[in-house]
């Protein structure tokens, strides 16, 4: 009674175990499976012929084993081509390198076949049709959008799409912020809106703090309203020509025109506070520390600014090293200072080591001396230029 027992829960406990694992086995055949339909009758058809063998186990009589060859020969050959393939794939693989599972992905050629024929609307559908498949993909929406705003002229729906399309919570970074730098784009080139254009890339500055795409907004920021500004310019065309003055030749005093040096004090004032909104604006202040160096001639403030664009955050290698190599010029033009300029190249070769920045620094490193030297003629020939000018005048 026990060994009875003992053999119902073993049988018990193997089906536990067993119509689990091919129901799992099952489920993953009928989802990698490119025909289910096909997959789905073979399994209903291999049901019945179970049945059947085991409906003729039943029966009392001398010819049931050549009976239940018929069922048993057309289960074979209905699973016999996979059982070959399982048999024979460790072979077939060593001479064709196995099958390769495709992964699914949505496919835009027919939608950019319409588009490159003029067929907006159709493209768009075609987008649509893959978004079905594939919701929420990055590319179809972005493509969708595009269809939307540059074909369709359809601005606000674009707009919305790229809305959406930020509403997802695992939305990468680069592809939101992409998403926000081409509403941005649109909104001022077709929507001629610049303050909807500053509020996407304010988004970047909230949603990425501290980061390289806070950075680039920010600089985008600060220059949105020199190209709304230039963009006005070219639309109107108007040119105001101020009108000369007549009598020139009969007054007694000539008014003097702004001297070189004033003009570059106007400038540097307008870069500070150009800074003093947008601090961050490392063209405008480049542009100031090379006015302060060349017409100015206050090299310690270029210095300051240089030293400040270095120090910022989230930058890439290339612009701390082009804003060092920058320094280095200064120093040699301005200052005639060979060290503070070897300095500055050999903190791009200690920041950045077995990289392109340092080999270009190495080289001109080598090539220092001989660069201020130049700068040193250049500078004792201008001076003496200037001396020699009027000689002839002095008593």
């Keep these: 009674m026990k060994a009875i027992l003992g053999m119902a829960l073993a049988d018990v406990l ?9 129901a799992i086995m099952g489920y993953r055949s009928l989802m990698q499976s490119e025909d289910r339909r ?18 003729i186990a039943t ?38 390198g196995g099958r390769l599972e495709v992964e699914a992905k949505p496919y835009y050629f027919l939608a950019e076949g ?30 969708l959008a595009a269809i939307q705003a540059e074909d369709l002229h359809d601005l606000p729906a674009a707009i919305a799409t790229l809305n959406e399309l930020l509403q997802q919570p695992q939305l990468p970074a680069h592809n939101a912020v992409a998403a926000l730098q081409t509403m941005a784009d649109w909104q001022m080139n077709l929507g001629r809106d610049p303050e909807a254009a500053r509020v996407s890339f304010q988004r970047i500055v909230h949603m990425f ?9 920010e600089q985008r920021l600060a220059h949105l309203d020199g190209v709304q500004q230039t963009r006005d310019f070219h639309e109107k065309k108007v040119f105001n020509v101020t009108p000369g003055v007549r009598d020139l030749g009969l007054r007694k005093t000539v ?42 001639d206050r090299l310690d403030l270029a210095v300051t600014q240089i030293e400040q664009l270095i120090a910022l955050a ?19 033009r301005h200052g005639h200072d060979l060290d503070a300029a070897e300095k500055a190249l050999r903190r791009i070769m ?37 001396y020699e000018k009027d000689l002839g005048l002095k008593r």
Excluded at 209 to 217: C, F, G, M
Excluded at 257 to 286: G, H, I, M
Excluded at 356 to 368: C, D, E, H
């Design 14 to 22: 193997c089906w536990i175990i067993v119509l689990p694992a091919f």
């Design 38 to 55: 096909r997959l789905l009758t073979r399994w209903s058809l291999s049901v019945v012929f179970i049945l059947c063998m085991a409906w």
């Design 59 to 96: 029966w009392h009589m001398v010819a049931k084993p050549l009976i239940m060859v018929i069922p048993a020969t057309l289960l074979g050959a209905l699973w016999l081509s996979d059982a070959l393939y399982f048999l024979f794939k460790p072979f077939t693989d060593a001479f064709d």
């Design 114 to 143: 319409q588009r490159r024929k003029g067929l907006y609307a159709e493209a768009a559908e075609e987008v649509r049709k893959e978004l079905k498949k594939f919701p929420g993909d990055a590319e179809g929406m972005t493509k």
């Design 209 to 217: 703090p501290d980061s390289s795409y806070s950075l680039n907004a």
């Design 255 to 296: 008014e003097q025109t702004d001297s070189p040096e004033t003009e570059a004090l106007n400038l540097a004032t307008e870069y500070v506070r150009q800074l003093e909104t947008y601090p961050n604006d490392t063209e405008t202040r480049e542009k100031l520390a090379v006015l302060y160096a060349e017409q100015l």
């Design 314 to 332: 989230n930058e890439t290698p290339a612009h701390i090293a082009r804003w060092l190599e920058l320094l280095a010029t200064l120093q040699i």
């Design 350 to 386: 200690e920041r950045f080591p077995e990289s392109a920045l340092y080999q270009r620094a190495m080289s001109r490193l080598a090539t220092l001396q001989a660069e201020w030297k130049t700068a040193t003629v250049q500078t004792a020939a201008k001076e003496l230029g200037v």
